[in-house]
């Protein structure tokens, strides 16, 4: 009986992870703008804009916007 609940689970897998994605305040974010400045040949990002499965996010990392990043929308304001 156990086997059958876990077969059951593996073929809806994929709704699952799908589910997390947007229930789960924790998730992946992609760098949709920014603004910098120009310090030699650096870049000192002074605002990052992400977006996420729940929406827009503005963050501050210290003069550094990556790509992709992890948001904890709990911690973001």
Not at 28 to 49: F, K, M
């Amino acid at each position: 009986m156990a086997l059958r609940g876990l077969v059951s689970l593996l073929s809806i897998w994929p709704l699952l992870l799908i589910a997390a994605f947007f229930l789960s305040p924790v998730g992946p974010h992609l760098r949709w703008q920014y603004s910098y400045q120009l310090h030699g040949v650096h870049r000192h990002y002074i605002a990052c804009e992400y977006i996420g499965s729940r929406g827009f996010v503005y963050d501050m990392r210290n003069g550094d916007c990556p790509l992709i990043t992890i948001i904890d929308r709990r911690v973001i304001k």
